[in-house]
């Protein structure tokens, strides 16, 4: 809203300027609208879930736009760092998924995830997140 007001008053004042000049005023304006931003819309499970008797079957995350398979992956690891399941494909447009083996061993997980828009521009975010089998 600020640019806009900054750029009225300048066109107004060039406008008054030619006008005193006696000068015709043109003026070429070209003016893009932002893009929608790549967002997290959700992770299942939970940032710091806990899980007592049964952990998650999956993992899922869902973001805001569409996203790039090719660009984009999840994947989740055990406390100690070994990559217990990776996910490329995305059965959707907007969600990643992968399923974990059926039985987790107590301990804290690590879920690593990366996604880029297809929208113009490409925009590039990650982030982590962990949830707990007791």
């Not at 009225?8 to 003026?27: K, M, N």
């Not at 398979?69 to 100690?80: G, I, R």
């Amino acid at each position: 809203m600020y640019y806009r007001s900054v750029v009225l008053a300048f066109l107004l004042f060039a406008l008054a300027d030619a006008a005193q000049a006696g000068q015709p005023l043109i003026v070429i304006y070209n003016y893009t609208a932002p893009q929608p931003s790549l967002v997290l819309a959700s992770i299942d499970p939970a940032n710091h879930q806990t899980f007592d008797t049964s952990p998650p079957s999956s993992v899922e995350v869902m973001f805001s736009q569409t996203i790039v398979p090719e660009k984009s992956d999840l994947k989740v690891f055990d406390q100690y760092n070994n990559l217990i399941t990776t996910a490329k494909t995305m059965p959707k447009d907007t969600r990643m998924a992968v399923s974990l083996p059926a039985h987790l061993l107590a301990e804290v997980y690590r879920v690593e995830w990366s996604a880029t828009c297809a929208c113009q521009g490409n925009a590039t975010i990650s982030g982590t997140s962990y949830f707990t089998v007791y």
